[in-house]
Structure formats: structure tokens, C-alpha cells
């Protein structure tokens, strides 16, 4: 059975920043993060990814920024995320070259034959189930339908890790690992807890 890899999706709330939930990500084991900064501008988006350069090459962990290709080389962050409204993966590919991580958003197996036509490396995909951290949710997936896209995908043979994101919590990870989930993306789950550091822990502790 392979292991599971766990993500961390930045956020910022009323008791800290992206950066500092980023590093107490880290200190609890992670060492996969994705910059999101919706709101933000390029500046402030640029100023956050650099910190969270530094404190990811602390920890030997990848960082990928959200859907803001044309900062990856400037802040020398790992890769993009792409979310479904985002550059197509083609696109950004030819922009990024192929060392760079491009990773893409599906909720639907057509969302998963486009990504692997367009050369993505993985899918966020998603969502299991209801969360607040996610502004226009697609409809939810539940455990089964990540068995049913799994099955479809082995079928056609898509080859790509797929990450199940969306109200995840560490209680979860026995079921989608079984049902063959590459690895999770999490959020609230670590950033909303009393301790963020422990939260990761029970996750990442799973994943060795």
C-alpha cells in the first residue's frame, strides 16, 4: 500500500498569517505546501512566497503558489497549482518548462482526461465533502466517488497521483488510502485547530 503524502493549503485566519501557519505546518512534519493567496495582490502574494521559500528549504519541503504562474521564477517557488478557471496547464507548462511542479483542480473524470492531455503532474481533486475554506465549491465527491474516478482512471490508463482535498480531516485517512488516494490536501483541519503543530502531527505521523 503506498504512502500517503499530506499538503498543506495556506490560509490566514484572525490568529495568524499564511507564513506562520506555514511554519507550524512544517514543525508538525509537513513538507508539501501550496501558497494560496486569493485576495492578495502580486506584491504581498511575492513578499509571502519568498518567506515561505526560506521556511520551506528549512524543512527540505516543496513549495507551489496558486495559480500565480508568472511568480513562480521570480520567487523560486517549486511549481503552480492550477484550479479549473485558471491558465490551462499547456499554457503554463510552455511558460514554466518542464522542471517545474503543475499540478491541476478536477472534480469530474473529463476534469481528469483534460489535466493528463495537457501534461499536468498531479490532481486536486475534490471535494470530499463540505468546507469553509473554499469559496464556490463544486459538488461534493464523497468516499465514493474517488473510488469511482480511480476506477475510471485505471481503466484509461491515466497515471496520476491524485490528491483528495475538501473537509479532510486525519480520521479519513485509512478509508482514502484504501481506496487508493495518492495523498491529502488539508486546510482548516490543521489551521483552525487549538494546536496547529499536533494537527499536522496526526496527520503526517499517519503518513510514514
Not at 495582490?41 to 528549512?58: E, I
Not at 508568472?70 to 492550477?82: F, I, Q, R, S, W
Not at 511558460?95 to 511542479?101: A, K, N
Amino acid at each position: 500500500m503506498n504512502m500517503m503524502q499530506i499538503q498543506l493549503i495556506s490560509h490566514h485566519n484572525d490568529r495568524f498569517d499564511e507564513a506562520e501557519g506555514i511554519r507550524m505546518a512544517l514543525e508538525g512534519g509537513c513538507r508539501w505546501v501550496q501558497l494560496r493567496m486569493k485576495d492578495a495582490d502580486d506584491d504581498r502574494m511575492a513578499q509571502t512566497a519568498r518567506v515561505a521559500r526560506r521556511l520551506c528549504d528549512g524543512y527540505g519541503a516543496t513549495l507551489i503558489l496558486d495559480d500565480r504562474v508568472h511568480l513562480v521564477e521570480p520567487t523560486g517557488a517549486d511549481g503552480v497549482h492550477l484550479g479549473r478557471d485558471d491558465m490551462p496547464v499547456d499554457e503554463a507548462r510552455r511558460r514554466l518548462g518542464p522542471r517545474r511542479i503543475i499540478g491541476g483542480t478536477a472534480n469530474t473524470i473529463d476534469d481528469i482526461r483534460r489535466l493528463w492531455a495537457q501534461g499536468a503532474d498531479y490532481i486536486g481533486c475534490g471535494p470530499l465533502r463540505f468546507t469553509a475554506t473554499k469559496e464556490r465549491l463544486a459538488p461534493l465527491l464523497g468516499f465514493e466517488g474517488y473510488r469511482r474516478l480511480l476506477g475510471a482512471m485505471r481503466r484509461e490508463g491515466i497515471a496520476l497521483p491524485l490528491i483528495a482535498i475538501g473537509g479532510i480531516t486525519a480520521s479519513d485517512l485509512p478509508r482514502l488510502q484504501d481506496i487508493g488516494v495518492d495523498g491529502v490536501a488539508v486546510s482548516g483541519y490543521v489551521l483552525h485547530a487549538d494546536n496547529p503543530i499536533h494537527a499536522m502531527q496526526t496527520l503526517t505521523d499517519y503518513e510514514r
